[in-house]
């Protein structure tokens, strides 16, 4: 089972990039969150989910560890696949999904790709014990990646921007309307989200 995989990337683009190592290539699906934060080129380095189905092996790569733990966590839930799990943890950050989840928030649940109002009420039920345990864990590894000189968390405003270009918007034109939102930097991520569709649907 392959657990990470470090090597050059040889290819990218939104549906999936290819991590050349030691001569094999390996084709990994990954978030619109992970994919934006990866360069255009040289070594990266992926946490790994192996899912396999009847003679498919496919493969699901994320930046942290964190994101990897909610994409399991997601594929518990009768309904939702890797295709599923993965468009969710495109349009909110594993932060915002466990918050939501912790707040019992339906609303902010229902909007996500492939999610109605039962299936959050589902998540909730399913999930909200499993998350409160990860959530000492995701801090502790947030911390210690600052402390290091790591990334920080990503922001309210990148996880809208990842929202706004996955929803076919140019990113110019998205960090353009950010940019003019900066007073609600501080509100929730649907908040954020739903200001920023309201003035470029205008």
């Known amino acids: 089972m392959i657990a990470m995989l470090t090597g050059e990337l040889a290819h990218k683009?939104?549906?999936?990039?290819?991590?050349?190592?030691?001569?094999?290539?390996?084709?990994?699906?990954?978030?619109?969150s992970s994919y934006y934060e990866l360069p255009e080129s040289g070594q990266v380095s992926l946490h790994i989910y192996t899912h396999v189905r009847e003679e498919m092996l496919h493969l699901y790569g994320f930046l942290a560890p964190a994101e990897k733990e909610m994409f399991i966590l997601l594929l518990t839930i009768s309904g939702i696949g890797p295709k599923v799990a993965l468009n969710i943890l495109s349009h909110m950050s594993s932060q915002a999904l466990q918050q939501a989840l912790l707040n019992e928030d339906i609303k902010t649940l229902s909007t996500l790709p492939g999610i109605g109002k039962k299936t959050a009420e589902r998540l909730i039920l399913e999930l909200r014990e499993?998350?409160?345990?990860?959530?000492?864990?995701?801090?502790?590894?947030?911390?210690?990646a600052?402390?290091?000189?790591?990334?920080?968390?990503?922001?309210?405003?990148?996880?809208?921007?990842?929202?706004?270009?996955?929803?076919?918007?140019?990113?110019?034109?998205?960090?353009?309307?950010?940019?003019e939102l900066k007073d609600l930097e501080n509100a929730t991520t649907e908040n954020l989200l739903r200001a920023a569709l309201q003035r470029l649907t205008r």
């Open 146 to 179: 600052q402390a290091n000189g790591g990334p920080e968390p990503e922001s309210i405003s990148d996880d809208v921007l990842s929202a706004l270009l996955s929803l076919g918007y140019k990113e110019k034109q998205a960090r353009t309307v950010l940019a």
């Open 130 to 144: 499993k998350v409160a345990k990860l959530a000492p864990m995701h801090r502790q590894q947030a911390a210690s």
């Open 13 to 32: 683009s939104p549906d999936y990039i290819i991590i050349c190592v030691q001569g094999v290539g390996y084709r990994v699906f990954l978030p619109l």
